[in-house]
Each structure stands twice: as structure tokens, then as C-alpha cells.
């Protein structure tokens, strides 16, 4: 099968290249025309690293009719890329957030939906068996009802390695939009697709690096967010851990039931110590691939032409709490959010 990404402008593209360039069922190509001459973390240059091929640009790519396109360019080119995908008849894997703009975000839903091809966004933390294991908990009744929902996304700060996740245009807003996301994946699928009625957001820049004269965006957040059946939920979405920091980033989730407490944490360490050549704590993650999980789940989609979840309504209704808690921002009160 044919499989086309576009963009290597996000940092999860290489990841991408790397988990799918070796397998014997696909035909992976790659484009990213809107790199910078001469950067070596992107372009013709790091796919020959990687040892990909490599078109000249998205029409060239989309000419070859691919099964499958993955976009990872920057979030606010997302709308463009995947309006062209569909147009190929190509089933697509988005980069989160789904857009920058809810209107960006329906109107990619719909180009998909004529088209007739399949729209996932990339929350590859719900395949977590870990996860599945906490919805279980949930289901069977072992918490009770859930009463709160307290989550966690840090990472560094991203805009360190690529300087557009800190472009208030490009990335859409700073670490709200980048680390709000996924949290509120996970939100929806633990409460069924139950949308917040209000999103209440505190940030600072503290966390900022120091680029003078250049546009900044929050680095450090918390969101609160009332549910209709009562629930309360916060989500701690920084870019809080520093350069020396053992990992890049972390994800985790405390619920409070009625019955029990449970916690899941995405990147558990498996062992932990000092390294003595770099004078710095060593951190050894557990080695569940969450994004080859997420890349199975979208080409057995594509290869079947089954609907591919998470789908893009999923990308839209998470994409709405990040915009309600910007407006929040704004006012300084809690935003009302409306159905997707």
C-alpha cells in the first residue's frame, strides 16, 4: 500500500518515517517543500538520512495516488494539505490539533466526508493498554461514578527544536493548544463523548525562552473544566520540564470515583539512575510504542476502508476546549462551550 506524508515540519514526522519505512506492506514517499534551504532536521536531507524517498513537492506526492496520507506539517497548514489529500482520494492521518480554527476543522471534516475517505487525528495515547485497562475499571464499576478528573501534560519546550509551536499563527496558541489535547482525548473517552459546558483557563509565560521581539505565547496552564453530570476536571498543560529534565514529556491522569482512586501514567519509567558521563538522573521508559499502535489502527483503516478513530469529530470537539479556554483567557471567566 501507498503511504504519503507530508511535511516534516512536526517533530513526530521522523517517528512516523521511521516506523513505517521498513515494513514490507508499505510504499512510503515523503515531501517537505516548505522547508528552510539548507536545514538538516528537514527537507531532501533528512529524508535521505532516514532513507526515504523523497518527492519535490505535494502535487508531485499526490499524483502518485497514495492509499494513505499522514500531515504533519505545521497546525495552522493542516486545512490545506488535507483538503488536497481527500481531493487525491486518500484516506488521512492529521497531526493534533486537528486545525487552529474551528472552522478549519469542518471544513476538513466535510472535504473528507464528500471525498469519502477517512479522517483520523493523532491522539495515539488511548491505544495505551494501560488505558484500556483504566476504561475497564470505569465500565465494570470498580470507581463508582467518577466525581473529578485531574490530568498532567508537560514536556520541554517545544518551540526550542522547532520555533513555529511558539508562533501564536502557525501552532494556534503556545502550551494550551499543544498539551490540552490529548488530556481532553482521554476525557471523551472516558466520559463517553460528554463535552464540557464551561472551560475556565489560567496561563503565564514564564516558561518561555527569551527570543526578544518575538511574539509570546503561554508556556505554563491550567484548565478547569465542569461537566454537565457534575464532574469536575483540571488539566496541567505546560512546558515545565527543563532541558536537563530524564525524559522530553509526560502524560498522566489521577480519577476520583465514589469507590477508588485510580492513576494512569502513559510513560511510566521501567528503570531509573545517574548517568555518570553526563552527570544527569537517567530515565528509562517502558517500550510500548503508542505511536506504532496509532499508525496500525489508521493503515488497517485505510487498507480496509473502514472509519478510522480517532476521527476528525473527535479532532473538532478536542480542538473546541482548547479554543474555549483561550477565550477564557481573554475575559479572565470560565467560556461557555457549545455541541461540536
Given amino acids: 500500500m501507498k503511504v504519503a506524508l507530508l511535511s516534516f515540519a512536526h517533530l513526530h514526522a521522523a517517528t512516523y518515517i521511521q516506523l513505517l519505512r521498513d515494513r514490507s506492506d508499505i510504499d512510503l514517499v515523503v515531501t517537505d517543500p516548505d522547508a528552510e534551504p539548507g536545514d538538516p532536521t528537514r527537507g ?17 506526492v499526490l499524483s502518485e495516488r497514495p492509499r494513505a496520507v499522514i500531515v504533519t506539517s505545521e497546525n495552522a497548514r493542516h486545512r490545506t494539505l488535507v483538503e488536497q489529500a481527500a481531493a487525491a482520494g486518500a484516506h488521512i492521518l492529521c497531526e493534533k490539533p486537528l486545525a487552529t480554527t474551528e472552522s478549519d476543522a469542518r471544513a476538513m ?41 485531574h490530568g498532567v ?4 519546550p517545544p518551540g526550542l527544536v522547532r520555533p513555529w509551536f511558539a508562533d501564536p499563527v502557525l501552532a494556534g496558541g503556545g502550551a494550551i493548544m499543544d498539551h490540552t489535547l490529548h488530556i481532553a482525548d482521554l476525557l471523551g473517552v472516558l466520559l463517553q463523548g460528554e463535552q464540557p459546558t464551561h472551560v475556565h483557563a489560567a496561563a503565564n509565560t514564564l516558561l518561555a525562552p527569551d527570543r526578544a521581539g518575538e511574539p509570546t505565547v503561554e508556556s505554563a496552564g491550567l484548565l478547569t473544566l ?9 488539566i496541567d498543560c505546560s512546558w515545565s520540564h527543563p532541558a536537563p529534565h530524564p525524559t522530553w514529556g509526560g502524560l498522566t491522569l489521577t480519577c476520583i470515583g465514589q469507590r477508588a482512586l485510580a492513576e494512569f501514567d502513559a510513560f511510566p519509567p521501567l528503570l531509573t539512575g545517574y548517568d555518570t558521563s553526563r552527570a544527569s538522573t537517567r530515565w528509562e521508559p ?34 473546541q476546549i482548547a479554543l474555549a479556554a483561550y477565550r477564557s483567557l481573554r475575559t479572565g471567566q470560565p467560556a461557555a462551550l457549545t455541541p461540536a
Fill in 286 to 319: 517502558t517500550a510500548i510504542d503508542l505511536d506504532a499502535a496509532m499508525l496500525d489502527s489508521f493503515l488497517t483503516a485505510a487498507r480496509t476502508g473502514q472509519r478510522a478513530h480517532p476521527d476528525g469529530h473527535t479532532g473538532l470537539r478536542t480542538l
Fill in 109 to 149: 471534516i466535510d472535504a473528507c466526508e464528500q471525498a469519502g475517505v477517512s479522517l483520523m487525528t493523532a491522539y495515539p495515547v488511548r491505544f495505551h493498554p494501560a488505558f484500556a485497562a483504566l476504561r475497564h475499571t470505569l465500565a465494570d464499576g470498580t470507581l463508582g461514578p467518577l466525581l473529578s478528573v
Fill in 226 to 234: 465542569a461537566y454537565p453530570r457534575g464532574l469536575v476536571a483540571t
Fill in 44 to 60: 531532501k536531507a533528512l529524508a535521505d538520512e532516514l532513507g526515504v524517498s523523497y518527492r519535490s513537492g505535494y502535487e508531485e
Fill in 153 to 156: 501534560n508537560n514536556s520541554r
